[in-house]
């Protein structure tokens, strides 16, 4: 699934300007602390998260993130936008829940690509 196809899937809306909306996903992970996301995700994935600040865009941009999904609709300030924008890292907000778009997301095909943490 492409960015644009995601985009409509979910009922997002796009907030960035700079994204590249053909990358393909090839899965999902859903996380609010950022550690996980470094020690766990896989590339090209979606990331779900609640998490509005700058750090979400600078964590993605190392863990070669395809996106950044928020979910229940929350908007990151005009920071976050804008950083996402220099980095090309798609921004998209979602009405949905976490849980939610983890169930939509899965049933269209997208594996989990969260790794287990090791201790």
């Not at 995601?6 to 992970?29: P, Q, V, Y």
């Not at 090309?88 to 907000?93: F, H, K, Q, S, V």
Request: aromatic share 4%; hydrophobic share 40%.
């Amino acid at each position: 699934m492409n960015i644009k196809n995601l985009i409509k899937f979910i009922d997002g809306d796009l907030l960035t300007k700079s994204a590249d909306l053909t990358r393909e996903i090839k899965g999902g992970c859903g996380a609010d602390l950022m550690s996980d996301v470094l020690a766990s995700i896989q590339p090209n994935a979606v990331l779900l998260t609640g998490l509005c600040n700058p750090q979400v865009v600078r964590t993605a941009q190392m863990s070669d993130v395809a996106a950044i999904i928020f979910v229940r609709g929350k908007k990151p300030p005009q920071e976050t936008i804008d950083l996402a924008n220099e980095e090309g890292i798609p921004l998209i907000t979602s009405p949905f829940g976490m849980f939610e778009l983890s169930g939509r997301l899965y049933l269209a095909g997208l594996p989990s690509l969260e790794q287990p943490i090791s201790e």
